[in-house]
């Protein structure tokens, strides 16, 4: 008897919540949403000055009111969310990390 190619995967799909995330949009809606249609991973940013930089300057997203700063206690609101959104909903976070790039530098001595 043939097993259907979905019984024999051996990994688990996620979804990223980038383009969610970069337009402002809350995420507990976003992370019951993937939750409800199945996903059992998401990955999202991190979401520090950094990343917020780099996606003003190169992810074309409109025109976005000025840019804040990001505090400990904004970073610690976000993390507890995600923990939330697993505790609630039983999806997990795959991968959290920061949108940049890196400048080098030569330092002439």
Same mark, same amino acid.
């Given at each position: 008897?043939?097993?259907?190619?979905?019984?024999?995967?051996?990994?688990?799909?996620?979804?990223?919540?980038?383009?969610?995330?970069?337009?402002?949009?809350?995420?507990?809606?976003?992370?019951?949403?993937?939750?409800?249609? @199945?996903? @059992?991973?998401?990955?999202?940013?991190?979401?520090?000055?950094?990343?917020?930089? !780099?996606?003003?300057? !190169?992810?074309?997203?409109?025109?976005?009111?000025?840019? @804040?700063?990001?505090?400990?206690?904004?970073?610690?609101?976000?993390?507890?969310?995600?923990?939330?959104?697993?505790?609630?909903? @039983?999806?997990?976070?795959?991968?959290?990390?920061?949108?940049?790039?890196?400048?080098?530098?030569?330092?002439?001595?």
């Amino acid at each position: 008897m043939m097993t259907h190619r979905a019984e024999r995967q051996r990994f688990s799909i996620g979804y990223h919540l980038n383009s969610w995330d970069l337009t402002g949009l809350p995420l507990r809606p976003a992370i019951k949403f993937l939750a409800d249609q @199945g996903f @059992g991973w998401f990955e999202i940013l991190a979401f520090t000055s950094l990343s917020d930089q !780099y996606a003003r300057k !190169y992810m074309q997203l409109g025109n976005q009111a000025p840019m @804040g700063v990001t505090t400990d206690t904004d970073i610690l609101r976000r993390y507890a969310l995600l923990s939330e959104g697993q505790s609630e909903y @039983g999806i997990k976070l795959s991968s959290f990390y920061v949108n940049g790039f890196h400048q080098p530098c030569r330092l002439d001595l």
